[in-house]
């Protein structure tokens, strides 16, 4: 074995190790955030819904209470005494209910709980990189040639995406815990299934359009994977707003009033998920367009109805339903997500289930 070869084996190695210890860490995040949302508070999220909801049938919507700290500024007559701070948010046609904590505290244990969980997250996030750059040094290309490190990239593009957020002052604090639970599932099925050793491409990867066409999607699947996980949450969030305002109806559990009083309103959770599929959809649309011309490079045409081309056409369309069903009055709100959480399973099975299913000319690029 050449020097070379050792120096790419080794690099190779610590990929793993880096990969490993990263694993190890969003562990220790996990049980930060889990322990976030165990101290933290939910009872003044809980109360104040359920005041404004008592006072729905005397109070017009558009009258909302703001409290700060131990004071209560009464408006429209709904009084409510709590010490927490609550903050309530009210969209045209939608219901006045209160964010919850959004897992950004909401008291000083959950809050030092939830700093902590952030903190790890990003010595994780130093890991899963360092891991990710040694794979490619090991390689000498871009690390995402095959379905692991697609994988374990689009793992590291999802946690740096929602740190970027955290940064830019977004209350998006509320979304660590199912992230990083995620991302846990997905880097354990990269490292146990999906792994393949360091190794050169096919001839036909070998171009620049590697870098750009694949780092695009991996970008965009990203994102859409947080707008989708915003969007299962207003759906949830939306039936629990709904149970508020009739007392008489069913009521979820203990657990799921406790999980859902956390999260942000369901008005606020369906501005998020809407304004991140709007944000990163020219980004997928430019996605299809550079694979065409990187297809024409390497086999002669732009467009061959591979698999892999029907369906990421396929959920460019079904995003562009959503879009449209968005700027749609009669399909707003629940319809429109249910459009979402569709086009996003028709990501998962364009990554999945066509590269491990179906065989076509992208199969090189599998397990």
């Keep these: 074995m050449n020097l070379a070869a050792e120096v790419n084996e080794t690099l190779a190695h610590y990929s793993n190790v880096l990969i490993y210890s990263a694993m190890a860490v969003y562990t220790l995040a996990f049980l930060a955030h889990i322990a976030e949302w165990v101290f933290g508070s939910r009872s003044a999220v809980g109360r104040t819904a359920a005041a404004i909801t008592a006072e729905a049938a005397a109070v017009p919507r558009a009258q909302v209470t703001v409290q700060v700290g131990g004071n209560t500024a009464e408006k ?109 599932l997905d880097l354990g099925l990269a490292v146990s299934v999906l792994y393949t050793d360091s190794d050169q491409l096919v001839p036909a990867l070998h171009s620049y359009w590697l870098w750009i066409h694949v780092s695009c999607a991996i970008v965009s699947g990203a994102s859409l994977y947080i707008g989708a996980v915003s969007t299962l949450l207003y759906l949830f969030r939306d039936r629990y707003e709904a149970q508020l305002e009739n007392p008489k109806g069913k009521k979820f559990g203990r657990f799921a009033s406790s999980v859902l009083e956390r999260v942000p309103s369901a008005a606020s959770l369906d501005k998020f998920a809407y304004r991140i599929n709007a944000t990163i959809f020219p980004l997928w649309t430019f996605t299809i367009i550079a694979g065409a011309i990187w297809a024409e490079a390497a086999w002669g045409r ?25 700027a749609t009055a009669g399909w707003k709100g629940r319809k429109a997500a249910y459009l979402a959480l569709i086009a996003f399973g028709c990501y998962l099975f364009n990554y999945y289930g066509v590269n491990i299913f179906v065989t076509g000319k992208h199969s090189y690029a599998g397990v």
């Design 302 to 326: 732009y467009w061959g109805w591979d698999p892999k081309e029907v369906w990421s056409f396929i959920t460019w369309v079904a995003y562009a339903c959503y879009l449209h069903a968005r």
């Design 76 to 184: 429209g007559g709904t009084a409510v005494l709590e010490r927490p701070k609550v903050i309530t948010r009210s969209a045209a046609g939608s219901r006045d209910v209160p964010d919850g904590p959004g897992a950004a505290g909401g008291t000083e244990q959950g809050d030092v709980y939830g700093r902590i969980a952030v903190g790890l997250t990003v010595l994780a996030l130093l890991f899963h990189a360092g891991g990710v750059l040694a794979r490619a040094l090991s390689v000498q290309r871009a690390p995402w040639g095959n379905m692991y490190e697609f994988s374990t990239t689009f793992a590291m593009v999802a946690v740096g995406t929602y740190l970027v957020l955290l940064a830019l002052k977004k209350n998006v604090r509320w979304i660590g815990l199912p992230l990083v639970t995620t991302i846990l």
